[in-house]
Every structure is written in C-alpha cells, then in structure tokens.
C-alpha cells in the first residue's frame, strides 16, 4: 500500500500556521523545498517520506496532544489578558495556539489542568453526562455547617440558576479543610457551592479528574508534562 499524501500547501499551513495564501506566496518566493529541490505547485502530492523545508527548516507533523500542567496562582486560562499571565506562557510546545484547555481553573485556583488539541477528547472529559470526577481541596473561611453532606448530596440550587448541580462528594479533613467531589464544571462552581452554604473559599486546589491524580513530586508548581498513553487510556 501506498505512503498516505496530501497537498503540499495543506502540509505546509498545517504545520506552520501559515494561511493558504501565504504559503502560495512562499512557494513563489522560492522559500520551500521537497528533499532537497525548490517547489512551485501547491497542488504537488507529498507523503511522510518527503523532506519539506520551509526556509531552510524541516517542517514535521505535529499529532495530537495531551499535556497536564500543574497551574500556579495568578495565572488565567484564556488567550489574552491584561492583568495576569497566562497558563499558556508556561508551556514550551510546537503550534501552541492549537492548545486548548480542557475546562478551566480561575485564577486564583490552582492544581491540575488538562490541555490538549484533540477537542472530542476535551469534550468527553468536560461533559456531566460522562461523569468525570473532579476533586478539590479547599480551605474554608470559617467551620462548615453539619447538614453540607446531606445538601452537597441533594444538590444546591445556585444563585441564578434554575437547575440544582449534580450529587457531589465532601470530606471533612479539619473543621475548615474539606475535599469536595463532582462531576460538574460551571462558572465558579466550587466557591458558589460552597456561598450557597453560607461559607467562603480562601484557597482552592484541584488535585485529580477521573483515576489521574496530581503528583507534585513528578510535576511541580509551574510545571507541565505529556500525559502518557496509559492515562489518556484512563480518562477517555
């Protein structure tokens, strides 16, 4: 069988982020080469095996990725921002504006992040209908009422919402430090969860989605690594 192709200006944008236009223009320009010789057509088939340069450097598929950052303080899970920096200036990754994070922590939560380009993936992980647990260790402003299991189990009705969330999981490990279960990720879930009970999170940290739980020895504050085959496996 043959070597799988596709259009050499495809290649090209896909793994430059080059528009088609530009890569027309480059082509022009004599800027591309396939193994070695100069290349005009952006019609021209080319496979894995070729050699394409694009101004004297190799260009390479990017696949998909799956890569868990350990989310310091003070850092915002969005593209622009003009008071904090970004989760995305801590990453070191080829075609970075593909990355997507899957869910999001605000700012002043920290803890595991998943990020990744493959957006079914993302979507499972996200949607309440797969029931990927997500557990958060927070410390509260004051002692938590003695009826919160009961009603964390019931479900809250939030403030301006019309549905109660989801059945969700705490245990009390002080009388202000609790970890909190669900299956759920709406705005600011965590902290109105816990408003809705009359309380107030001074810090929030999310330590697992599913069976993968944050390491801090593997994986430091500030620090991000690929996700490997198995714990893809786990969380799909």
């Given at each position: 069988?043959?070597?799988?192709?596709?259009?050499l200006d495809k290649f090209i944008s896909h793994?430059?982020?080059?528009?088609?236009?530009?890569?027309?223009?480059?082509?022009?320009?004599?800027?591309?080469?396939?193994?070695?010789?100069?290349?005009?057509?952006?019609?021209?088939?080319?496979?894995?095996?070729?050699?394409?340069?694009?101004?004297?450097?190799?260009?390479?598929?990017?696949?998909?990725?799956?890569?868990?950052?350990?989310?310091?303080?003070?850092?915002?899970?969005?593209?622009?921002?003009?008071?904090?920096?970004?989760?995305?200036?801590?990453?070191?990754?080829?075609?970075?504006?593909?990355?997507?994070?899957?869910?999001?922590?605000?700012?002043?939560?920290?803890?595991?992040?998943?990020?990744?380009?493959?957006?079914?993936?993302?979507?499972?992980?996200?949607?309440?209908?797969?029931?990927?647990?997500?557990?958060?260790?927070?410390?509260?402003?004051?002692?938590?009422?003695?009826?919160?299991?009961?009603?964390?189990?019931?479900?809250?009705?939030?403030?301006?919402?019309?549905k109660p969330t989801l059945p969700a999981e705490?245990?009390?490990?002080?009388?202000?430090?609790?970890?909190?279960?669900?299956?759920?990720?709406?705005?600011?879930?965590?902290?109105?969860m816990f408003a809705a009970l009359g309380n107030?999170?001074?810090?929030?940290?999310?330590?697992?989605?599913?069976?993968?739980?944050?390491?801090?020895?593997?994986?430091?504050?500030?620090?991000?690594?690929?996700?490997?085959?198995?714990?893809?496996?786990?969380?799909?």
């Amino acid at each position: 069988m043959g070597q799988k192709t596709q259009r050499l200006d495809k290649f090209i944008s896909h793994t430059t982020g080059l528009t088609r236009g530009q890569v027309k223009q480059q082509l022009a320009q004599g800027e591309v080469t396939v193994n070695g010789e100069p290349a005009k057509q952006a019609s021209m088939a080319v496979s894995a095996e070729d050699r394409v340069c694009w101004q004297g450097e190799l260009l390479e598929e990017v696949g998909l990725r799956y890569l868990l950052l350990n989310k310091p303080l003070g850092y915002e899970c969005s593209r622009k921002s003009s008071h904090h920096p970004l989760v995305f200036d801590l990453l070191d990754v080829p075609q970075l504006d593909r990355i997507q994070p899957v869910g999001r922590l605000d700012v002043e939560t920290s803890g595991l992040l998943l990020l990744t380009d493959d957006g079914q993936w993302a979507h499972r992980l996200t949607s309440p209908r797969h029931k990927k647990k997500k557990v958060y260790l927070a410390e509260l402003a004051e002692p938590l009422c003695a009826e919160a299991e009961i009603k964390l189990a019931e479900g809250l009705l939030l403030e301006g919402e019309e549905k109660p969330t989801l059945p969700a999981e705490l245990e009390r490990l002080s009388p202000t430090r609790v970890k909190l279960g669900l299956t759920e990720g709406r705005y600011h879930q965590v902290r109105r969860m816990f408003a809705a009970l009359g309380n107030h999170v001074v810090s929030l940290h999310r330590e697992s989605i599913g069976e993968l739980l944050l390491d801090p020895v593997t994986c430091p504050e500030g620090q991000w690594r690929h996700l490997t085959a198995q714990e893809i496996q786990i969380l799909t």
